[in-house]
């Protein structure tokens, strides 16, 4: 097993990491050989949306995925106490500014990424069905309505992951890759075979799933045919 | 934020998508600073790789909003393989690597050139997000 990050920062301003958060870790450590197979001997462009403590771009640091020297790590949350949270905990982890490049950029989804720039992507989004996706806080300081950006994902959780699913083309490099967590009430089998059937762009595969609690979580690998 | 960086940030206003403008943003010399770490290392190998996939008239710009005139007007070619590399060469790269990746800006700001909008870097960390009334 790979090590895990050490985690010390305040849940009341981000998310804590939790079965999903490790469910995320244990598929990006199943294909680990795939993936530094796939971006050996380039630059590879990760891209984590809503890091959150940071627990999942620190892990791929830590554990070269895909390569450490070779990769370039963006964080890009919604919330700005994830970019200072994400920071802190790659620095504690010992991933600071002259041994790798982190760069956390405050961002609604990949909006202000250039379009097909990203080699790997890894998102643990905000998936819990609720009425609707909350409004964006208007001051840094209402740590509540931040903390529900991080598990709100309106209608059937879908909406924030949807719409990540619809710019996946726009988004990811011609050789890149997704890894998308959903919960059995998003649905997933009926979203992938959607896809399957509506554009022919895509591999997806299950690369882990597990039941928590009174949640089933699963991780899906999206990658360009 | 590295100044590498600036290769991979656009505007997030999405009616700016269909404009050639929003990429990339124009950082304002006047009010960015610049901060040099001279202790990243530099990893030749690193530079190369970098060297393939960014865009060169993006650098240019933005290095010259920043006060740099200096690079070339065409990307270097240079050998891509590591062993071929002639002094003359490493030298590119080293330059490349003190403005790629030993700068930071970590206070300024930029806008689009095709919508006007401005967005600032504080504390290192540049956001992108756009007020409700744009989003
Ligand atoms: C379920 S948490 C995951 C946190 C962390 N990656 C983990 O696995 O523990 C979801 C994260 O997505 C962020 N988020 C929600 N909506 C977002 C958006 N529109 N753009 C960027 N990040 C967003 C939240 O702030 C939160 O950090
Ligand atoms: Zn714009």
Redesign the pocket.
């Known amino acids: 097993m790979l090590p895990t990050p050490y985690i010390k920062c305040d849940y009341n301003k981000?998310?804590?990491?939790?079965e999903?958060?490790f469910l995320?870790l244990d598929s990006l450590e199943k294909d680990l050989v795939y993936l530094r197979e796939k971006f050996k001997n380039r630059v590879t462009f990760v891209c984590?949306?809503?890091?959150?403590?940071g627990?999942?771009t620190t892990f791929m640091i830590q554990n070269e995925i895909p390569n450490r020297s070779n990769s370039l790590y963006f964080s890009?949350?919604?919330?700005p106490w994830?970019l200072d949270t994400t920071l802190t905990t790659a620095k504690l982890n010992g991933c600071s500014e002259t041994n790798c490049y982190l760069e956390c950029i405050q961002?609604?989804?990949t909006t202000s990424i250039r379009k097909r720039q990203v080699d790997i992507l890894v998102f643990?989004?905000?998936?819990v069905p609720a009425v609707n996706v909350p409004e964006i806080p208007s001051s840094k300081e209402n740590l509540d309505q931040?903390l529900d950006?991080?598990?709100l994902g309106g209608k059937d959780g879908m909406v924030?992951t949807q719409r990540v699913i619809d710019q996946l083309d726009d988004i990811l490099s011609p050789t890149g890759v997704a890894y998308i967590l959903f919960c059995a009430r998003n649905k997933p089998e009926q979203i992938v075979s959607n896809i399957i059937e509506t554009c022919d762009l895509w591999n997806i595969d299950l690369v882990k799933h597990r039941k928590a609690g009174w949640e089933v979580l699963s991780v899906y690998r999206f990658s360009r045919k | 934020m590295k100044f590498l960086t600036t290769n991979f940030l656009k505007c997030s206003v999405k009616a700016c998508d269909i404009s050639n403008l929003n990429f990339p943003l124009e950082y304002d010399g006047s009010k960015c600073k610049l901060v040099q770490n001279e202790d990243i290392e530099f990893q030749p190998e690193f530079l190369l790789n970098i060297l393939d996939r960014i865009d060169w008239p993006a650098i240019l710009q933005v290095a010259a909003d920043l006060g740099n005139t200096s690079l070339p007007s065409q990307k270097p070619e240079l050998h891509t393989n590591m062993d071929e590399l002639n002094e003359e060469e490493l030298v590119i790269l080293r330059d490349l690597h003190t403005l790629l990746l030993q700068t930071s800006i970590t206070e300024g700001e930029m806008r689009c050139r095709n919508c006007g909008h401005v967005y600032y870097i504080k504390n290192s960390i540049p956001n992108l997000l756009l007020p409700p009334h744009l989003a």
């Open positions: 981000v998310y804590e990491p939790s999903d958060s995320v984590e949306l809503g890091p959150g403590s627990i999942i890009v949350d919604i919330n994830a961002s609604d989804l643990n989004p905000p998936y931040w950006l991080a598990l924030i």
